[in-house]
């Protein structure tokens, strides 16, 4: 079971974020002056007097016929059937507008405890004016800076007083976490929605439209429980101009850290770019459980051997990810879709699995007698063991008379052997030389 659920509703540009933000005591969404940066749900977890919950931020509702603003509408109507408790979030200096009561409205109707957050209230004499919130219905408003940090105390003590009364632990430890990384417009929101079959993200065709890392919990047939992380498009840190583009790939590069295996995003239609090769490279550099998905398949032409020069392409370009499998899949058409949770664990059981140290030292000595050690202005390099000393990724450390001589290609070497011996599909290893004392 969750934590409790706290969500953040209030129409746009009324400081949602920044509340956010001070309540998590991270700089997680992105905050912006300027309306509707933030368009989908972005999770975080938080701490109050020894609770703990999630806190949801949403985009800012509207009652408009944009089409965006629409979809931006329904995620915060999730986020409000999600919450066991919901805060209001208001602005001093404008006072109540219709959206606010049209907002206020939406949250009577849900039977959900509401706190009512009156922001903006950055000195005394804002805070005599207040009192005209009343008129929202919500029960007493509650004065806060979220710039300044002012009155959250009072603000958080109303919101943990209504958590229901059995507050139940977060994410269980056998829960295998994934994301979703990628450029931009590839389809990694579209993935996510054609594998839960539901609207979880906002799905555009404009690019950058998923701008923060949300978390979609689902279970398989087979009871296994996932929690599906969908990212923001990551740009190159060298062409990134927007403020909200920064924010979006430094979290996009937490949410690797958050996860066991990363499911890197190609678009068939447009091929491999320069961007690709650096956008993987952070999880590979993580050191994470790595599937390569060829989405839009369905879009392309095929021919006889279609499928294999592309592979034979990706290989090619990304050589550096010789051990990730590659998957071509349609989120329109959900073709292979169903095998990416086996793929999963696959790779996940792999990221976890410890070698005997007496199997390890067999396949490394049948490695030296195939090919033996080289030497280095007259200096061979000796190996005596090796042994794992970590997972995720697994590591080994070899046992040599002089690290130095320890050339990259024979330890490419080495770990192709282990790669042979030991099912490591899907998963960097790394090995470590290290003289014996």
């Keep these: 079971m969750a934590n409790p659920l706290v969500a953040i509703i209030g129409r746009p540009n ?10 998590i005591g991270d700089r997680l969404a992105i905050v912006q002056d300027e309306p509707g940066v933030t368009r989908d749900r972005i999770y975080a977890d938080a701490e109050w007097l020894g609770k703990d919950f999630s806190v949801i931020d949403t985009g800012g509702i509207t009652f408009d016929d944009l089409p965006l603003h629409e979809e931006i509408k329904v995620q915060a109507e999730i986020a409000i059937d999600e919450a066991d408790v919901i805060v209001m979030v208001t602005s001093v200096k404008e006072g109540i507008t219709d959206l606010d009561d049209q907002v206020a409205l939406i949250l009577q109707q849900s039977n959900k405890p509401v706190v009512l957050a009156v922001n903006k209230t950055d000195n005394p004499e804002l805070r005599n004016e207040i009192y005209e ?19 959250f105390g009072d603000l958080l003590d109303a919101v943990v007083a209504n958590f229901p009364n059995e507050a139940n632990m977060a994410y ?3 829960i295998i976490k994934f994301c979703l990384i990628g450029r ?8 996510v929605n054609a594998i839960i079959g539901e609207g979880r993200v906002i799905v555009s065709e404009l690019e950058g439209t998923t701008r923060d890392a949300i978390d979609t919990p689902f279970m398989t047939q087979d009871g296994q429980d ?12 060298g062409k990134v101009y927007e403020k909200t583009e920064k924010y979006s790939v430094m979290r996009a590069q937490r949410a690797i850290d958050r996860s066991d295996v990363v499911l890197c995003v190609l678009d068939a239609e447009t091929g491999i770019r320069d961007q690709d090769k650096k956008v993987f490279g952070y999880a590979h550099q993580a050191g994470k459980g790595i599937i390569i998905l060829v989405n839009k398949w369905d879009t392309i032409k095929k021919e006889t051997n279609t499928m294999r020069d592309f592979e034979l392409q990706i290989r090619d370009q990304f050589r550096y990810l010789h051990y990730a499998p590659i998957l071509f899949v349609s989120a329109k058409t959900k073709q292979r ?8 664990d696959r790779v996940y059981y792999n990221r976890n699995q410890r070698v005997k140290s007496s199997l390890l030292n067999d396949v490394l000595s049948d490695a030296l007698a195939s090919n033996p050690a080289p030497s280095k202005s007259g200096k061979r390099l000796k190996v005596f063991y090796a042994t794992q000393v970590a997972t995720n990724p697994p590591t080994f450390v070899v046992f040599v008379n002089d690290p130095d001589l320890m050339h990259f290609s024979y ?27």
């Design 184 to 191: 931009p417009n590839v389809g990694k929101s579209s993935l």
């Design 226 to 237: 996932y929690v599906m992380i969908d990212t923001a498009g990551i740009r190159r840190r």
């Design 337 to 344: 879709l169903e095998v990416i949770p086996e793929l999963v």
């Design 133 to 151: 919130f009343y008129g929202l219905g919500l029960g007493d408003p509650l004065p806060v800076s979220g710039s300044h940090g002012l009155g």
């Design 14 to 23: 009324v400081g949602k974020s920044t509340i956010f933000n001070r309540i």
């Design 172 to 174: 269980d430890q056998d």
């Design 411 to 437: 330890e490419r070497f080495l770990e192709n052997r282990f790669r042979e011996s030991f099912d490591f599909y899907g998963t960097p290893i790394q090995i470590i030389p290290r003289a014996r004392k």
